[in-house]
């Protein structure tokens, strides 16, 4: 059996994955129980909540290319990530790097930053509680999203 920090880091992966892959609806059901809470910098609502305002915000904000995807790579590390296995609770913080390539584009990592992230265990499955995003460098976010990111 997978201990309980092993299973929230890989729900962290699975974010980048399903992101990477433009699966916005699966991403957003990461976040049934949950909620996203974006730097104040960013020009989209603070706080959404649920499954399907989670969606609506992936959907007003990431650019998808004719392939389905994003045509991104979100890198997680420095993953430090505290389980309190008693209350069914656990924090996290951890680093991001995206990056981004075109054929007009060269592979560039376009915004860095950090997630502060909590989690809770249901029926014995942990879930995102929370996940704020905060923004550390903007490289060209022009090629990704639906807004323009300024610090």
Same mark, same amino acid.
């Given at each position: ?17 399903? +992101? ?21 910098? *960013? %020009? ?17 904000? $990431?650019?998808?290319? %004719? ?11 420095? *993953? ?11 924090? *996290? ?11 007009? !584009? %060269?592979?560039? %990592? +376009? ?7 909590? !989690? ?11 996940? $704020? ?19």
């Amino acid at each position: 059996m997978i201990d309980s920090a092993r299973q929230i880091e890989n729900l962290m992966y699975t974010y980048a994955e399903r +992101i990477d892959a433009g699966n916005l609806e699966e991403v957003a059901e990461l976040f049934t129980h949950g909620r996203i809470v974006a730097s104040p910098e *960013a %020009p989209v609502e603070t706080a959404v909540t649920g499954r399907d305002e989670v969606l609506g915000m992936y959907q007003g904000s $990431t650019r998808l290319y %004719p392939c389905g995807t994003p045509r991104t790579k979100h890198v997680t590390t420095n *993953a430090i990530i505290d389980v309190d296995d008693d209350t069914g609770t656990a924090s *996290a913080r951890s680093y991001y790097t995206v990056f981004q390539q075109l054929d007009d !584009f %060269p592979l560039q %990592p +376009i915004i860095t930053g950090r997630y502060h992230d909590t !989690f809770h265990r249901i029926d014995g499955v942990w879930w995102f509680d929370q996940r $704020t995003m905060l923004v550390d460098q903007l490289g060209d976010l022009s090629r990704h999203l639906l807004f323009e990111l300024k610090l």
